[in-house]
């Protein structure tokens, strides 16, 4: 709880609650909590309250979720009363929230201003009563169950999101990023097939960070039960590859095949999950 103080010896008290509910929309989701505002009979009923700032996750550093406020407009009451604090979310975002998390608990850092409306028991007094406006941060402690039946009521309208952080250079890892964001662009224009062929085009550009590809043929003589891990990331990248490929060469196969939203975003998050391996490259 923090208490803010006025001017005027008026006071607000505000507590941030646990969030309540994640209400799910089309790639953009709602997380809300309540707010818990007492006056201590300071401030006269009727006086309008902003509430807005900023939200932050707090983890292993500080990351910027964005501005939240509050659901309805808000004014005093004689007795303690309550508000509901908004804080849009996307896919996105929720999937680097998750990637921060790491399975474990969550911190959130909310950052708010408080500006008390036109108040007439301080209309005629000095400059510093009439002081209408407070700052104020609160920590917010969620435990990893309770986040996780938060993440439940969105999950079936949440979009897949990979989190593939992009080196700002030339490098082979950034050309991935490159085609990959390319890929989604296409598919969400429409052009399947070419979105297919981007994708294919990160596995190339992916190959010349990780040359030592293990060949397919090599790959194959092996026993399935015998094969290390940096192999069977080889014959996923094979397989990747190969659904690929009649998008960008046009095989026999390949007047048969339609590609459609649904199996384009099929090899573009293949290839964007091999990416974010770390055997692949850790600055991917």
């Not at 209408?132 to 941060?137: A, G, M």
Request: charged share 20%; hydrophobic share 45%; glycine share 8%.
């Amino acid at each position: 709880m923090q208490v803010l103080p006025f001017g005027g010896s008026r006071e607000l008290a505000v507590t941030i609650g646990q969030p309540s509910y994640i209400h799910r929309g089309a790639g953009l989701h709602r997380l809300t909590c309540p707010v818990m505002l007492d006056t201590r009979h300071t401030v006269v009923a009727g006086v309008p309250v902003t509430l807005s700032g900023w939200a932050w996750l707090s983890m292993t550093g500080m990351d910027w979720l964005g501005g939240w406020t509050t659901e309805r407009p808000v004014v005093t009451r004689d007795e303690p009363f309550h508000a509901t604090l908004v804080l849009p979310l996307t896919d996105e975002q929720l999937a680097v929230v998750e990637q921060r998390r790491a399975g474990s608990d969550l911190n959130l850092q909310f950052d708010g201003n408080v500006v008390l409306g036109y108040d007439p028991a301080v209309a005629d007094g000095s400059e510093n009563d009439r002081w209408p406006e407070r700052s104020f941060q609160e920590r917010i402690y969620i435990y990893r169950d309770a986040w996780v039946r938060l993440l439940s009521q969105v999950s079936t309208a949440m979009s897949l999101a990979i989190v593939l952080p992009v080196p700002l250079d030339a490098s082979a890892a950034s050309r991935v990023c490159s085609h990959l964001r390319e890929a989604i662009r296409k598919v969400n224009n429409g052009e399947c097939g070419d979105a297919v062929t981007e994708a294919r085009k990160a596995i190339d550009a992916m190959d010349g960070k990780q040359p030592g590809w293990d060949s397919e043929r090599h790959v194959a003589g092996i026993r399935k039960d015998e094969r290390t891990l940096d192999q069977r990331l080889a014959m996923l990248r094979h397989a990747l590859h190969g659904l690929a490929s009649p998008a960008a060469h046009g095989d026999e196969a390949a007047a048969e095949i339609r590609w459609n939203r649904e199996t384009a975003l099929a090899v573009i998050a293949g290839v964007a999950a091999l990416a974010a391996c770390g055997t692949v490259g850790a600055s991917i």
